[in-house]
Structures are given as structure tokens and as C-alpha cells.
């Protein structure tokens, strides 16, 4: 995903005006300039407003980028996680060689997104649209630790955790977390179906 495909996402989520420094910070943008020169060319081909308003995150009257109405309309299907897990699918069951319908296994009490009949393969979906360094993120990075906590909990031999949208939510946990992976399998699925191992 692009600078660009994460500054319209978070447009697309939020559905309401950004400053450049919020949008710097919820699309992973490296500095703040680079906000501007997306709402600039954004602005020039009229995919998007951008003027004087109260910024929804930060709540200070700066130059804000919103969608136009069209476009807010084009960006309204957001891929659901239902959606992103039923596309990780098929090419999860090519990498493992085996069918994962959704199921439980037992002594932990949650339905796995993806399980083998076996049970020696285990895994769930994880999409991620915006990821707010400050906010969001922390939140983010505990649900990824519950999930590998539960998953060392089943006798599967082959446990991982399936990202989309946002892949540096999965890479940072890594960089600060990679140790406690516990032999979790990081994968990471692009938009076009590539799918990637992380670790």
C-alpha cells in the first residue's frame, strides 16, 4: 500500500476533515510534508477538499483535506474483515497445503478464523486500515499478543496470524516484539493477492 492508498484510506475511514500533521501521524506518513504534496495533487485532479476548517482528530482550524462528495462515495466499501478473511483464504490454504473452513479446536474457547481438520493448523485474519501511532497502535499490538497467547494454547504444530491494509502494524510489533512471537507464523496479504511471510 502506497502513501498515497493510506492517506485516502484514512479519508475514507474517518469520512470527515484531517490536518496534515494528524494525517502525517494516522497514515505512517515519514513527515509531514509529504500530507501536503498528496492533498495538493489530490486537490488539483478534485479527488479531494482541502480548506481552512476544524480538524476531527485534533480539533484546531487548519488547512484540512476531506473527500469530495463523489469520491467519499467510490471509498465507501471499505473491505470488511469478513470480507479480507474469505479473500486470505484460498491462497492460505495454497501455502499450507490443507482446507481451513473456520472452527474450534479444544481447551480454548474461540473460533479460529482458519483451522485444519487435523487441528495442526490454526490461524486468524487480522485487516488493519489506520493505524494512529498514539492511539491506536497500542490497542492493536494487545490484540495481536492475545491472539498469540490463545493460539499457544492449541497442540497446533502450525499457528500463524494473516495481515492486510496497514503492514507496518505487523512489522513494528515485530521489531519491538519479534521475541515473543512463540512460533507464530507472520503473514502479510497485499491487495493484489501476493501473499508474504514477515518472520
Not at 98 to 106: D, E, I, R
Not at 110 to 119: A, P, R
Not at 137 to 162: G, M
Amino acid at each position: 500500500m502506497t502513501h498515497k492508498d493510506r492517506f485516502m484510506e484514512v479519508l475514507a475511514h474517518l469520512a470527515s476533515p484531517v490536518c496534515d500533521d494528524c494525517m502525517a501521524r494516522l497514515a505512517l506518513l515519514p513527515q509531514r510534508q509529504l500530507a501536503y504534496q498528496i492533498g495538493e495533487a489530490q486537490k488539483n485532479m478534485g479527488l479531494v477538499r482541502r480548506e481552512p476548517t476544524v480538524c476531527s482528530q485534533c480539533g484546531k482550524v487548519k488547512k484540512s483535506t476531506s473527500l469530495t462528495d463523489a469520491d467519499a462515495r467510490e471509498h465507501g466499501d471499505v473491505v470488511s474483515p469478513e470480507q479480507f478473511e474469505d479473500f486470505a483464504r484460498p491462497r492460505l490454504e495454497e501455502f499450507f497445503c490443507t482446507t481451513l473452513p473456520k472452527g474450534s479446536v479444544a481447551g480454548v474457547p474461540k473460533v479460529w478464523d482458519y483451522k485444519s481438520q487435523d487441528n495442526s493448523v490454526v490461524g486468524a485474519a487480522k485487516m488493519y486500515t489506520i493505524a494512529n501511532s498514539r492511539d491506536i497502535l497500542p490497542a492493536k499490538f494487545a490484540h495481536i499478543a492475545e491472539h498469540i497467547w490463545l493460539q499457544s494454547h492449541t497442540t497446533a504444530t502450525q499457528r500463524f496470524l494473516v495481515f492486510g491494509g496497514i503492514r507496518q502494524v505487523p512489522q513494528q510489533w515485530l521489531e519491538r516484539y519479534g521475541s515473543l512471537a512463540d512460533g507464530i507464523i507472520f503473514l502479510f496479504l497485499s491487495d493484489d493477492g501476493r501473499l508474504e511471510r514477515l518472520n
